[in-house]
């Protein structure tokens, strides 16, 4: 009998060791991006210069896009270079921001459409040292800054280029048509791709020590092909094997939804822009893109401000479906984020401190969205986040859930009474927070 119950018990080890693979190296290597939940996005460059407006005309959309939307010249452009001088920048600041709010990564534009660079690279003058009067190398500086600080530098590049002749409009300096008009092409984009984009890309893997992601945009532009996409993933990875790579380094993105398509693409996250995907998306890595107001860079008369309240409830909607919150700052040309930015951040660092424990490294539970909040679990505990406190204390919660036991996460000592009649959890009788309070569930079994 002995030999019988080891054989069992062995057999259950196995079973029980086969049923949990063990980690791929892309699971290594992504690892700190699935726990990390929450990062901050900077837009910053010469658009913050007329942060919205340009010679008594105000851009109706995104504030980056104003040398588009407004039909400015290159010529007339590139003049903000000589102006952009932001004396008030301090990358040591920048990045304690980021990490006062909880956040574990920083996403930063090294270039945008616009092709102004903020660093200084070899390829072009058309950067912070060598056409600005700030002459010092931003990138470098939060570079270092995030290093001591124990958060991810991470670099932002966008594929389309409204400043380099072979980058788009066949016309130069028509530089938007490629933009207005799906069926301009340039010929020489595949120079511009070999010859500018691959050197800028090692230039930034290169030159800065460890990179956490390279966040690709423009990746809509008809010059650029998948077969650009799968060269430059492959690319990156083999100058920094651990670089996590977002969707649209390739062409298999589904729009501002930002998951891919059926087919065969490259890129570890999709990248929902400025929405929540629906449902929670089983073994899917994404990422959704946030502003704090309207614009991701500086627009000087967006006051269409999100409030705390809504942003913590974004983060716990999105991590209990499985993703993360990359969530953006949009500095002015004196190189400060805005006082409403730094308000918000702050309230959700000081939330994120309290509950930390039901975001980092917590996933989509199994069990139906509650009316009153979400849930988000690690291994054998359940994270009920509350937003609608009932009035009453009593809350009911998915019968489902097998619980052991359950406390407030504010004060984990004092045990929560569980009625298994109605699966309901006795709280007291206020919210311990505005916008979203959390019960820790210790799960039986
Ligand atoms: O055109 C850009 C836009 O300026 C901004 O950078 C966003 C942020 O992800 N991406 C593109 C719009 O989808």
């Given at each position: 009998m002995k030999y019988l119950s080891r054989l069992i018990l062995i057999a259950i080890l196995f079973a029980s060791h086969s049923l949990h693979a063990a980690p791929t190296p892309d699971d290594e290597r992504m690892e700190w991006w699935r726990d990390a939940g929450f990062g901050m996005f900077i837009h910053w460059g010469l658009y913050a210069i007329p942060a919205g407006e340009y010679k008594g005309e105000r851009v109706g959309g995104i504030g980056e896009w104003i040398m588009e939307k407004l039909d400015i010249p290159v010529t007339e452009y590139e003049k903000f270079a000589a102006q952009f001088d932001p004396v008030k920048f301090d990358a040591d600041e920048w990045v304690s921001i980021a990490k006062n709010a909880g956040m574990k990564y920083i996403v930063i534009t090294s270039k945008h459409h616009d092709g102004f660079c903020l660093w200084d690279s070899e390829v072009t003058d058309y950067d912070i040292i060598d056409a600005a009067p700030f002459k010092r190398d931003i990138l470098g500086e939060l570079a270092d800054a995030c290093r001591e600080q124990g958060i991810k530098m991470c670099f932002y590049y966008s594929i389309v280029d409204w400043h380099h002749p072979q980058?788009?409009?066949?016309?130069?300096?028509?530089?938007?048509?490629?933009?207005?008009?799906?069926?301009?092409?340039?010929?020489?984009?595949?120079?511009?791709?070999?010859?500018?984009?691959?050197?800028?890309?090692?230039?930034?893997?290169?030159?800065?020590?460890?990179?956490?992601?390279?966040?690709?945009?423009?990746?809509?532009?008809?010059?650029?092909?998948?077969?650009?996409?799968?060269?430059?993933?492959?690319?990156?990875?083999?100058?920094?094997?651990?670089?996590?790579?977002?969707?649209?380094?390739?062409?298999?993105?589904?729009?501002?939804?930002?998951?891919?398509?059926?087919?065969?693409?490259?890129?570890?996250?999709?990248?929902?822009?400025?929405?929540?995907?629906?449902?929670?998306?089983?073994?899917?890595?994404?990422?959704?893109?946030?502003?704090?107001?309207?614009?991701?860079?500086?627009?000087?008369?967006?006051?269409?401000?999100?409030?705390?309240?809504?942003?913590?409830?974004?983060?716990?909607?999105?991590?209990?479906?499985?993703?993360?919150?990359?969530?953006?700052?949009?500095?002015?040309?004196?190189?400060?984020?805005?006082?409403e930015s730094l308000t918000r951040l702050a309230g959700m660092g000081k939330w994120l401190e309290a509950n930390g424990e039901a975001i980092y490294g917590a996933q989509a539970s199994p069990f139906e969205k509650p009316e009153w909040g979400r849930y988000t679990q690690k291994e054998n505990t359940i994270y009920a986040h509350v937003y609608d406190w009932p009035e009453n204390g009593k809350l009911i919660i998915n019968d489902e859930i097998k619980v052991k036991r359950a406390s407030l996460l504010a004060t984990p000592k004092a045990k929560i009474k569980f009625d298994k009649k109605d699966t309901s959890l006795q709280l007291p009788m206020d919210p311990i927070h505005d916008a979203v309070s959390v019960i820790k569930i210790d799960l039986k079994g």
């Open positions: 980058a788009q409009a066949p016309l130069f300096p028509n530089y938007n048509a490629g933009q207005r008009d799906k069926s301009v092409f340039n010929p020489e984009f595949p120079e511009y791709f070999e010859n500018y984009l691959k050197p800028q890309i090692k230039e930034l893997l290169t030159k800065y020590g460890d990179v956490g992601v390279v966040w690709f945009d423009g990746d809509w532009i008809p010059d650029y092909t998948t077969e650009m996409g799968k060269e430059l993933y492959q690319f990156i990875r083999e100058i920094q094997p651990n670089t996590i790579v977002n969707n649209r380094v390739d062409k298999g993105r589904s729009g501002m939804k930002g998951l891919n398509r059926e087919g065969n693409f490259a890129g570890d996250f999709g990248t929902p822009e400025q929405e929540i995907p629906d449902e929670g998306i089983n073994g899917l890595d994404w990422e959704s893109c946030i502003t704090m107001n309207k614009t991701w860079g500086f627009k000087h008369f967006d006051h269409n401000w999100k409030s705390e309240e809504e942003l913590i409830q974004s983060l716990v909607e999105i991590v209990s479906k499985g993703g993360n919150l990359l969530l953006n700052v949009g500095p002015t040309a004196e190189g400060l984020i805005p006082e």
